[in-house]
């Protein structure tokens, strides 16, 4: 199965529309968001083409595929305009290795969580990375509409038991197996 992961559209319709072309074109099954899915939040500027309502017609267009991890900026009320759960973290079992996600809010690579597995993947800090931690892979999807720190909006491909990490035009960035 292949996955998409991405974070971070704090409600710019057109990433949201750009990152569902990503999906058909790579081809994924499932597409895992990490969080901060229709709000900019207060230390954020407005993304490109803010329109959440715009991002929940899209993402409802796909909720059978979606897991949807809830962000810092992800209240509630939220849920109102979804057809999809927002869960606190989610696990995924790939070609036999454990993969935790989380937004970043709670963990990240300076506090990994207790028994995470084989590998960690988080949003939160809108800077993608994939690095190993001992045995472990720590990944960062990034934001798919707010970089910073100089890195591209970006997302990630998961299939067996390896990560791409990509920018929104499909370039790869880094590579790294479980």
């Known amino acids: 199965m292949k996955f998409l992961i991405a974070s971070d559209i704090h ?12 999906f058909a074109e790579e081809g994924a099954d499932q597409m895992i968001l990490l969080g ?19 991002v929940a017609e899209l993402l ?10 809830k962000g810092n900026c992800d209240s509630d009320v939220d849920t109102l305009i979804s057809d ?14 454990k993969i935790f996600f989380q937004h970043g809010d709670r963990h990240d ?3 990994l969580p207790k028994n995470f597995g084989d590998a ?5 800090y809108h800077t993608g990375f994939l690095r190993r931690e001992g045995e472990c892979v720590v990944g960062n999807c990034g934001s798919v509409s707010l970089p910073k720190e100089g890195t591209p909006c970006s997302y990630m ?13 499909g370039r790869e960035i880094s590579r790294m197996k479980i």
Do not use: Q
């Open 11 to 22: 409600g710019s319709a057109f990433y949201a529309k750009k990152l569902t072309e990503r």
């Open 36 to 54: 901060d899915i229709y709000n900019h939040g207060p230390r954020n500027p407005l993304p490109k083409e803010y329109a959440p309502m715009k």
């Open 60 to 69: 409802n267009g796909m909720a059978e595929k979606l897991t949807v991890v």
């Open 84 to 97: 999809f759960e927002f869960v606190s973290e989610a696990v995924l079992i790939d070609c036999g290795k």
């Open 109 to 111: 690579v300076g506090h």
């Open 120 to 124: 960690f993947v988080y949003g939160h």
């Open 157 to 169: 491909i998961l299939e067996n038991a390896e990560f791409v990490l990509k920018d929104m035009d």
